[in-house]
């Protein structure tokens, strides 16, 4: 059983009764930038950079001190072939820029669980591997990687969560075509828009 079905896991919220005590798992939506987070009013959320690095520090030390159960990892990405605004659930992340001669963690599966959850909820959004990459139109830009969506925080913050032993998933809402480097074709307000839309829905599936 996952962490957050666990009935004994701490939770954020409790409520009490004569038969049982009922805990309300902590469900932390992370996001690179408070735009992205935006439309979520009554949610625990938390900004946490652009960036692999800053995603990385910023997300170990939120998990660290606000000890959540699961960490909602969302925001907009570049993909190719995918109309704007349509949604991602990640299979996988993994990160691009990491190159070395011995072996390095560069891919990080979500929590089985909450994968199956998820697209159980959104039937019609893409399950897909997405990748991480410090720079816009990096790496699976030039189609060679075989990637069809990217960022730039989502291994960062999956790692981070599994390192602290916290269940987690990205979710992506799809903003511009990996290659398109005329940033006025980018359809930013469509993806964030979807978002808005999408994490409401998928944080209630996670509290039932």
């Known amino acids: ?8 896991v701490r939770g954020s919220g409790f409520t009490l009764s004569r038969a049982a005590v009922t805990v309300r798992a902590m469900i932390l939506v992370v996001a690179a930038t408070k735009a992205e987070l935006a439309a979520l009013r009554h949610a625990d959320v938390f900004a946490c950079g652009v960036g692999p690095v800053d995603a990385a520090a910023a997300t170990a030390r939120a998990l660290a001190e606000l000890r959540p159960d699961v960490l909602l990892h969302v925001g907009i990405a570049g993909a190719r072939g995918l109309t704007p605004g349509a949604l991602v659930i990640g299979t996988e992340a993994f990160y691009h820029d990491i190159s070395a001669e011995i072996p390095v963690v560069d891919r990080v599966e979500p929590d089985a669980g909450l994968l199956a959850l998820m697209r159980a909820a959104f039937p019609d959004a893409l399950g897909l591997p997405i990748g991480t990459s410090a720079a816009v139109g990096g790496p699976a830009a030039s189609g060679h990687l075989g990637v069809r969506v990217e960022a730039m925080e989502g291994f960062a913050v999956l790692r ?4 602290a032993g916290v269940s987690a998933v990205e979710v992506r ?7 398109e480097p005329d940033r006025a074709r980018w359809r930013v307000d469509d993806a964030v828009a979807a ?6 829905r998928l944080l ?4 039932r």
Do not use: F, I, K, Q
């Open 1 to 8: 059983m996952p962490a957050w079905r666990d009935p004994c």
């Open 204 to 207: 209630t599936e996670l509290h």
């Open 160 to 163: 981070a969560a599994e390192l």
């Open 195 to 200: 978002l808005g839309e999408a994490v409401p």
């Open 173 to 179: 809402a799809v903003s511009n075509e990996l290659d």
